[in-house]
Each structure stands twice: as structure tokens, then as C-alpha cells.
């Protein structure tokens, strides 16, 4: 018995006698790529219909068709497995079952990685597995290049994310992961469809970077000849529609920021932005509690997400609130912090051994100490409320406290996945918050969107959802890289490409 599981790994002379396979296919007339393959049904719904009390002669008959997995051929027959969009199913094909001289001239010289399609009917081994008995078989397109070695399968960081579509084929982590976001995304706009948000689409390249402190990516536009950039954010187009009269409305698109890549980052990734009128931030925190447990519990299938340190993330119940100030005073034993100067918070946070830039302006610092000392340790839903002003300039002020705005972080398994904010409508504080704002925090200011506030905007709650984070989190993922199908990768050189 022959087994090409275990094929090694000496992939160039494999493609020169895959390149032989084809030439002589092709000069028997025989098509290696299909133009269309009967496929009645997939691995899954196939094994569904295998009936126990059946005869082998009145089992269901079905056309698969996959890429071969597993081939090991015996003699006379082979067993082989083919994998599709569901899975893998088993088929057994026999040389007496086939046209003659089909077996040995061609069905063996099959490779590993090559899709065809298989038509039989349903039968079960002595070992129990549902197997399709080939009554005939199509070539539908010839590999010429080798799967990753199964037993080793993909390790490579590089290429798991280069080549993502071999990661895909060979770990079925990565792709059962793949297949929950779809159902992630699939299930937050159910949820927010059955509470009457229009779904909207707004502009990726536009006049002005606004809605975030981001560096954008900065663009040329031939047609019009001007610069544009790639959105950073969907906030400021999305609360034009609520100016409009659209009470409820939501985005889930790509934003684009120019900035480092970490395992928490990249330039490229995926938001919800949502805006509600005649609400504030208080309704986006039972609306994001809410909108987090429906997925958690309709796609993962739980509300506790088990960590690899053998903690559990409790996602049940009511979430901690707590304000910004308190966790900085506790943190820092400081009960004065906040009304240190900017030299003493330096020395302060210097001391508590965070590495802070001395440029930094006084709430830099403050934020410096909650992002690298606190936030690391709210393992557990907490939603952080009431953050200093400028650290964003479109949110209500505070009542009573006009050094912070209504705002909450909702931070869980120490990283932000959610910010929120009860949106600032005065058109006249609007500007001058744009006009106040100093440091990295600095925005364009985007004077049509103040003249759309002009025109009146109702009071509302806005919340943004990093839905790349929120995918870590539910799938226990190590990096956003494997939550991001085709993460930004620095570009091979022509040499390295060609290996």
C-alpha cells in the first residue's frame, strides 16, 4: 500500500514531475481544468443521507467534489478523501468499477491537492465511516504544486499569512475561524436589523481624515485632481445621516490608518460604526452588552470564553462600570494625580516603570499610565467611563465635570474592543473642541460637518466596534493577523517570490 500523506517535502522536483503529468494529459486530449463539475451535494449533506437501514443497492447516490486530502491506494483499489467547503468525505474507488485501463493509467497518477469529482452511492466500512462508492470519477483541476506535508501542516507565520489559502486547505483551525467571523458579521446585522437600523455605505476616500487621530493613507485623484485619503474612521459621514433624519443607522466596513502593525494592529481592519438618536451613551452600553452576548451566544454557543492561561472571560450577567479617574487614582495610589503638574505625572509614571515619551502633553501622559498599566488587566467586561475631553473632541461634555466627556471604553481581556459616546450636537462647542485640540489628538477640521450640524442633529448615542478584536476574543485567536483573511504583509522580493 502506497500512502501520499507523507509525501516529503522536496517541492521543486515535485512541480518539474507535476508539470510532466499535465503536458501528458494534455497530449491524450485529456482536459486537466474543467470548465464545470456536477456536485449534487457537499461533504456534509452527503454523509446526512447515508440511510442505516438501506440496502447497498438503495443507498442515495450523490456527485461530490473536492481537493484529495488523502490518497492511499491498495493494490486493486484506493481509498482517498476529498475536501470541501463542509469538510472531508471518504470515497473508495476500484479498478473494476472503472473503465478499463482508467484505474491504473490515470486514476493513480492522481496527486495530493488535485479537485475532482466523484460519483457513487453511500456505504458504510467496517470501521464505521460513510464512504462514497466511485462509480466514476472527474479530473476537474490539476495541482502542480504540493500541499504542505500534513503531518507538519502550515507553520510558517509568513507564509500562513502570504499564502492563506494553503492555511486554509491544510488547518482546519484557521478555517473553522474564518467561517465564524462570516457568522459573526452575519449575526450583528440581524441584530441590529431587528432593531430597526439601516444599514448604510459611506464614502472610503474622502477630502479630509476626520473622525479619529490617525495618520491616514494619502491618495490622488486623476478625475478630480486633488488629494483624498482613505477614511480612518466611518464616524462623521454616518452622523450626516442622522442630520438627514435617519434615526438609526450602522456601517461595518474597512478603515485604513497608516500606522504600525502588532498584534492588536493593522493599517487595514474592519469596524461597526453605529449611531442612535434620542439616546446617549448609556443606551450604547446596554445596546453593545446586548449586541456582544447575541453573538457570543448564537455563533460560539456560549457566554464564557475560556482563555489559554485557563481563566474564564464572564461575558453573562451585568458588566463593570467604572470611571476613568478612579481606576488612574487606584492604580497609581495617587489620589492626587490629576491635580499634579505635568512635570510630577512624568516623574510618576516613570516611576511606576512606564516607558513615556517626554514630549507627551499632560493628558498623554494620564493615558499613557491607563493604556499600559490598567488596561492590560480588565480581563473581565468593564466598561470605563467619563474620559478626559481631549481625547476626543466629538462627544458631549460632562455635566458637573467639564474636564472629561460621556464616554465609555468598553475594554474586555485587557484591550479596548468599544468605544462609545453620548455625540456632541452643539455645532458651535463642536468647533470650538476641533479648535482646542492639541498633540497627536489633532484633527482636520471638517467644516462641511459642521455645517451639517448647523442644520440641526438630534441628540444620540454613537458606538464603534473593532470587529477584528471582538473576533480574538469569541475565537481565541493569538494575533489580528489570524482573525484578517489577508493581512498587510511588507511586500517578498523577486527572488523570494519565485521560492
Request: aromatic fraction near 8%.
Amino acid at each position: 500500500m502506497t500512502d501520499q500523506t507523507a509525501t516529503p517535502d522536496n517541492s521543486h522536483d515535485l512541480y518539474a514531475v507535476r508539470l510532466q503529468k499535465l503536458e501528458n494529459l494534455c497530449k491524450e486530449a485529456r482536459n486537466p481544468f474543467a470548465a464545470n463539475c456536477e456536485q449534487s451535494h457537499s461533504s456534509e449533506e452527503a454523509v446526512k443521507l447515508y440511510q442505516e437501514d438501506a440496502t447497498d443497492e438503495t443507498q442515495p447516490k450523490v456527485s461530490v467534489a473536492g481537493r484529495i486530502v488523502v490518497f492511499r491506494v491498495m493494490g486493486k483499489a484506493s481509498f482517498i478523501k476529498i475536501q470541501d467547503r463542509d469538510g472531508q468525505i471518504q470515497a473508495y474507488v476500484t479498478r473494476d468499477e472503472l473503465p478499463d485501463g482508467e484505474y491504473n493509467t490515470y486514476f493513480k497518477k492522481l496527486d495530493l491537492g488535485d479537485i475532482i469529482g466523484i460519483t457513487g452511492r453511500l456505504f458504510k466500512t467496517k470501521t464505521g465511516e460513510i464512504t462514497v462508492r466511485a462509480e466514476s470519477y472527474t479530473l476537474v483541476s490539476k495541482s502542480l504544486r504540493p500541499l504542505p506535508e500534513k503531518w507538519a501542516g502550515l507553520t510558517d507565520d509568513d507564509k500562513i499569512y502570504r499564502q492563506r489559502y494553503l492555511d486554509l486547505i491544510v488547518n482546519q483551525e484557521s478555517r473553522g475561524r474564518f467561517r465564524q467571523r462570516s457568522k459573526i458579521i452575519q449575526e450583528m446585522r440581524k441584530y441590529l436589523w431587528q432593531r430597526d437600523f439601516t444599514e448604510v455605505e459611506t464614502p472610503m476616500l474622502q477630502s479630509l481624515a476626520g473622525g479619529a487621530a490617525a495618520r491616514p493613507f494619502v491618495t490622488h485623484s486623476n478625475a478630480l485632481d486633488c488629494q483624498f485619503y482613505m477614511r480612518i474612521a466611518l464616524e462623521l459621514y454616518l452622523k450626516r445621516m442622522l442630520v438627514a433624519g435617519e434615526d438609526r443607522v450602522f456601517e461595518i466596513g474597512r478603515v485604513f490608518r497608516n500606522e504600525g502593525l502588532s498584534r492588536r494592529h493593522n493599517p487595514e481592519f474592519t469596524m461597526l460604526e453605529l449611531y442612535q438618536a434620542y439616546t446617549d451613551f448609556r443606551g450604547m452600553m446596554e445596546l453593545t452588552q446586548g449586541l456582544i452576548q447575541h453573538v457570543a451566544k448564537t455563533v460560539i454557543g456560549s457566554l464564557e470564553i475560556a482563555r489559554p492561561d485557563g481563566s474564564t472571560i464572564h461575558l453573562d450577567g451585568e458588566w463593570r462600570e467604572v470611571k476613568y479617574k478612579d481606576l488612574i487614582i487606584e492604580a497609581t495610589a495617587d489620589a492626587d494625580w490629576f491635580s499634579h503638574s505635568r512635570e510630577d505625572k512624568l516623574s510618576k509614571a516613570r516611576a511606576l516603570n512606564i516607558e513615556v515619551d517626554g514630549e507627551l502633553e499632560d493628558y498623554e501622559i494620564t493615558n499613557n499610565v491607563f493604556e499600559k498599566l490598567i488596561e492590560p488587566t480588565l480581563i473581565q467586561p468593564t466598561f470605563v467611563t467619563h474620559i478626559p475631553r481631549e481625547l476626543c473632541p466629538l462627544a458631549k461634555i460632562t455635566q458637573g465635570d467639564d474636564s472629561t466627556i460621556d464616554v465609555f471604553e468598553l475594554c474586555i481581556n485587557g484591550q479596548e474592543i468599544a468605544p462609545a459616546y453620548s455625540e456632541q450636537n452643539d455645532p458651535i462647542i463642536q468647533r470650538k473642541m476641533f479648535e482646542d485640540q492639541v498633540g497627536e489628538e489633532q484633527q482636520d477640521m471638517d467644516t462641511d460637518f459642521l455645517t451639517a450640524l448647523e442644520h440641526g442633529m438630534p441628540p444620540a448615542g454613537g458606538m464603534g466596534l473593532g470587529i477584528d478584536r471582538l473576533i480574538i476574543l469569541l475565537t481565541g485567536a493569538e494575533s489580528i493577523r489570524d482573525t484578517i483573511l489577508f493581512p498587510s504583509l511588507k511586500p517578498l522580493t523577486s527572488e523570494a517570490s519565485k521560492t
